[in-house]
């Protein structure tokens, strides 16, 4: 069969995907690569039979399926390598170029396939080896993955703590607003000042901490650190998949759960942060036909990104803009309807703003950031837009959270980390984060300090509502470079002094 039967242009058909899903399978769910899968074979099945008709020949018609597989899978890749290159100051390689390049490559490589080979069925042997070797590699990135992953989940469910049960049981709510800055890097790095949202919360019973850092420098880090309340090197997660189990079966989740809590979650766009084994995982709605994060990274390397006008796939490409607005815009409309489900509620809120791509204005319209080529005075510009968008819904979701509900509830809001990357070019501007805690009935500025960070959050809200007694760490900041996220060293505290 692998001598007589070309089914190479199959498998290569399911390379570009797999091996795409490969390379991002510690930011996307598995299920996300079905679909594109099953589309990628069936359009090179479709090519093929179509082709096999045509040439009535099967050596020939593999040959030239896999001709038009290459043409279509790589040309948006070429693209990104080249479309940057000038010559005298004029880009070569555009869209208007490169196409009808790739087009004289395709002829050519037909016309040689349909008339120098003497015997192509000769090469379908060798194709049909090459084809299955291809598809080890990525496979077996993805399953070992996905077993680690699931055993890690499964020893974290077996380890469930054991709570005592008390009469005051409020709902709990972690509002987390992913690289939402400290008070004074808005006011002292980007030109905002965020004073009235903060007062807006103090008002509202808050207690914000002025003085708290994330105690690392990347959601993939900060986030199971605070759910377990604990660093990451005294619960061993030194490995992704340690880090991403303890994210999403940690020990407050447990806790919770044990103790007759329904957890709720929603959907984010990035898989480790996406809770979808929640007792209430509440959706966004959206056509089946939408793309996801990933199928729109697919797109993007094949030859429908001339249909993109050439914009980066990272931030500035419609769709994901078009996505995450409407995740937020879904979150934030659900989670005020959830006093009114009975039970008590453990809510995990994770959402990705002002954290890009930039997708909101002040005011709630489609942000304008043009993407590559901002300067950095309109990339900070972007970033306060939609941080003066989330501070108004913020409030309008916790005026709903305290009005409806029967008995007042527990809500932090807290950023994750600082601005992103392109905002922040040090520890001084990376670490300072929003930390805001609403504890009903309880003295605040008895449990709570200016410097408290989120890895004692929890023990605060264990102890004063769950009968815990933990202890308070001390407040540590770990910061690493962007190029390496795991090269993260101690930091000290960059709060100011206040003026």
């Known amino acids: 069969m692998l001598r007589r039967l070309p089914f190479y242009p199959l498998l290569f058909a399911l390379f570009p995907v797999l091996s795409l899903a490969a390379h991002n399978i510690q ?19 479709t090519v093929f039979i179509l082709m096999r008709a045509l040439l009535r020949d099967w050596p020939r018609a593999g040959l030239m399926t896999l001709v038009s597989l290459l043409v279509f899978f790589t040309y948006g890749q070429v693209y990104d390598k080249l479309h940057e290159v000038s010559l005298f100051g004029m880009s070569v390689f555009r869209h208007r170029t490169l196409l009808p390049a790739f087009g004289l490559l395709a002829v050519g490589s037909a016309w ?12 379908t042997f060798w194709l ?26 499964a020893a974290l469910k077996a380890s469930t703590l054991q709570p005592p049960s008390g009469a005051e049981k409020p709902d709990v709510y972690y509002i987390i607003l992913d690289a939402y800055g400290r008070q004074d890097v808005l006011r002292d790095k980007l030109n905002y000042d965020n004073s009235p949202f903060l ?4 008002d509202r019973g808050f207690y914000v901490a002025d003085c708290s850092q994330s105690n690392y420098a990347y959601t993939e880090y900060s986030i199971p650190s605070s759910l377990n309340y604990d660093y ?17 079966h940690g020990a407050v989740r447990s806790i919770f759960e044990a103790d007759g809590y329904q957890v709720v979650a929603f959907p984010t766009g990035w898989s480790i942060t996406e809770w979808t084994d929640a007792d209430l995982y509440i959706d966004y ?3 089946v036909t939408t793309l996801t994060e990933f199928e729109t990274l697919i797109v993007n390397t094949t030859l429908l990104r001339a249909a993109n006008g050439g914009r980066s796939p990272d931030q500035t490409t419609a769709s994901l803009k078009d996505l995450r607005r409407a995740r937020t815009l879904s979150l934030l409309a659900n989670i ?14 994770h959402l990705v703003i002002p954290h890009p791509p930039y997708s909101f204005g002040p005011d709630g319209e489609p942000g304008q950031f043009k993407g590559d080529g901002a300067t950095y005075a309109e990339t900070a510009a972007a970033y306060v837009d939609q941080v003066k968008f989330i501070d108004k819904q913020i409030l309008t979701v916790i005026d709903v959270l305290q009005a409806d509900s029967d008995q007042p509830p527990v809500i932090i809001v807290q950023g994750d980390h600082g601005p992103p990357p392109e905002l922040s070019l040090t520890y001084s501007e990376k670490m300072p984060i929003l930390d805001a805690y609403y504890l009903p009935g309880k003295q605040m500025d008895k449990l709570l300090y200016p410097s408290i960070s989120p890895v004692n959050t929890f023990r605060v809200v264990l102890n004063s509502y769950f009968g815990e007694n933990l202890p308070l760490l001390e407040d540590k900041s770990y910061y690493a470079p962007n190029e390496n ?10 709060c100011p002094e206040k003026p």
Do not use: C, M
């Open 112 to 123: 040689f396939i349909l008339k120098k080979p003497e015997r192509p069925a000769a090469l």
């Open 485 to 494: 996220h795991a090269a993260y060293q101690l930091v000290p505290n960059s």
């Open 285 to 287: 709605e959206h056509p």
């Open 128 to 153: 049909n080896i090459f084809s299955i070797y291809l598809l080890i590699y990525p496979l077996f990135g993805i399953t070992s993955n996905v077993v680690q992953q699931r055993s890690a989940d």
């Open 199 to 202: 007062d807006a919360l103090r």
């Open 336 to 349: 005020k309807k959830l006093p009114r489900v009975k039970g008590n509620l453990f809510v995990f809120a």
């Open 27 to 45: 930011e996307i769910a598995v299920n996300v690569v079905y679909r594109p899968l099953l589309i990628s074979f069936l359009l090179s099945l």
């Open 232 to 248: 990451l090197e005294s619960l061993g997660a030194t490995a992704h998949k340690d880090r991403i189990a303890l994210l999403k």
